[in-house]
Nanobody
Framework: QVQLVESGGGLVQSGDSLNLTCTVS????????IGWFRQAPGRAREGVSC????????YTADSVKGRFTISGDNAKNTVFLQMNSLKPEDTAVYFC????????????????????WGQGTQVTVSS
C-alpha cells in the first residue's frame, strides 16, 4: 500500500523558515518522482517543486525559486521541502504526492502526473 505522510507545517511569521517532510513507503524514491503541491483557500492547487532521486531531475516553481529547496534521503524514505523567507502568500495546505513515473519535468509540474497523495500539512505565514 502506497503511503505518503507530510509533517513540519505550522504557524510562522513572515521571513521565517519551515522544513516540511514527506515520508514515503520503502523503495518509492527509486522508481517514482515526488512532488510538493499547495492549495490555498479558494485557489487552485499549485505545483511547488518536484524531485526524482532516481534520475536527478528536479523542478521548482518560479513563485518559490530562490526561497524553497527540495531534497531527499533515499535511506530514510523521505523528501524535504526547505522553505525560507516565507511570505503570507505561501499560506496553504502543502501536499506531497508520488508521480506515476520517475521523471520531473524541468518546465512544469502538473498534479495529473501524480497518483498517490498525502493528507497535507497546514502552513500559515502571518504578516
Amino acid at each position: 500500500q502506497v503511503q505518503l505522510v507530510e509533517s513540519g507545517g505550522g504557524l510562522v511569521q513572515s521571513g521565517d523558515s519551515l522544513n516540511l517532510t514527506c515520508t514515503v513507503s520503502p523503495d518509492t524514491l527509486n522508481y517514482h518522482s515526488i512532488g510538493w503541491f499547495r492549495q490555498a483557500p479558494g485557489r487552485a492547487r499549485e505545483g511547488v517543486s518536484c524531485l526524482s532521486l532516481g534520475t536527478g531531475s528536479t523542478y521548482t516553481a518560479d513563485s518559490v525559486k530562490g526561497r524553497f529547496t527540495i531534497s531527499g534521503d533515499n535511506a530514510k524514505n523521505t523528501v524535504f521541502l526547505q522553505m525560507n523567507s516565507l511570505k503570507p502568500e505561501d499560506t496553504a495546505v502543502y501536499f506531497c504526492a508520488r508521480g506515476f513515473g520517475r521523471w520531473c519535468s524541468s518546465r512544469y509540474l502538473m498534479d495529473t502526473d501524480f497518483g498517490a497523495w498525502g493528507q497535507g500539512t497546514q502552513v500559515t505565514v502571518s504578516s
